[in-house]
């Protein structure tokens, strides 16, 4: 059995997956906001109702924020900032008595959607998370993609490509740069766009609505953001080249990105035809949990 933890900032879930990806439970506790010692407890808590209630012992997973830095071994860049300079895997390993595998969140979407999900058993596989940030992850054959500084599908950070000059230098971001790929495509990048250009704040649903009702400047920023998102993934289709690119988070239920972004991408990515399929997760919001009880493989 395998037990997989997605560690977010409001709420912790746990599952537990038989071997052939069947879920046999499932828990969720509420996050200890700003308190390191009891949301290892909690996690703790929840491996423990899970076996309770399966009868069975399991292997621990952990889908994170941010990631264990392979330079120092401890957290780094989770935006639930206590968690950041813990030696995360470690702690939570003496609390359950096992070894426990961390991952952060994006690699586990992306695992969870290449091994049964919309890109299983495709090769490359690129996973975006679209939500209240922007993160990205990257599995090949069924691996997690880690890289020796643990940021290897991170595409949020990187700048929005082919700038047009009222893009130029881009919103501030909290990493410290400008014009980051996340200031765009996350829902909040969408909601301060349309606010700049209406004087009118609502949240990414609201304009999506209002752009199903016929509203043109909703219409225009959706069409801005999709443009933007052909932009951005065009660049890792120049570098990776993945077989399946799959949208996961809250804007991937905008169901017209999966025809809108393939059709503009193709002027932007260096070749003279695109084929790569953009799929919505196959797991919805569960992908995250169980991508992090696949850390453990079928190796072990
Ligand atoms: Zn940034």
């Not at 808590?45 to 012992?57: F, H, I, N, S």
């Not at 077989?243 to 393939?262: A, E, I, K, N, Q």
């Amino acid at each position: 059995m395998r037990i997989g933890i997605d560690l977010g900032g409001t709420k912790i879930e746990g599952i537990a997956l038989a071997n052939d990806g069947r879920e046999l439970a499932r828990q969720r506790l509420a996050t200890p906001r700003h308190d390191y010692d009891a949301t290892l407890r909690t996690i703790a808590e929840l491996v423990a109702r899970l076996e309770r209630e399966t009868g069975e012992m399991g292997t621990v997973g952990v889908g994170m924020p941010g990631t264990l830095s392979p330079a120092t071994g401890l957290v780094k860049n989770a935006n639930s900032t206590w968690l950041n300079g813990r030696a995360f895997d470690r702690d939570l390993a003496a609390l359950v008595g096992r070894e426990v595998r961390c991952a952060n969140d994006a690699n586990c979407f992306t695992l969870s959607e290449a091994t049964d999900g919309a890109a299983k058993n495709a090769a490359v596989v690129f996973g975006v998370i679209v939500g209240t940030g922007t993160g990205g992850g990257i599995v090949v054959h069924g691996r997690v993609l880690t890289g020796p500084n643990a940021i290897a599908g991170e595409w949020g950070h990187v700048p929005l490509p082919w700038p047009r000059d009222e893009e130029r230098p881009g919103p501030a971001c909290y990493c410290g740069k400008n014009g980051c790929v996340e200031t765009y495509l996350s829902g909040p990048g969408l909601t301060r766009d349309y606010h700049a250009a209406t004087g009118t704040e609502i949240d990414a649903a609201g304009i999506a609505a209002r752009a199903a009702g016929g509203d043109a400047q909703a219409e225009a920023a959706l069409e801005r953001y999709e443009d933007r998102m052909a932009r951005a993934l065009a660049t890792v289709l120049n570098v990776l080249d993945p077989d399946v690119v799959v949208l996961g988070g809250g804007m991937s239920r905008l169901v017209r990105l999966y025809d809108s972004v393939p059709r503009l991408w193709q002027e932007w990515a260096f070749s003279d035809r695109v084929t790569t399929p953009l799929r919505p997760p196959a797991h919805g919001d569960a992908s995250g949990v169980r991508g992090a009880a696949w850390l453990w493989g079928g190796d072990e």
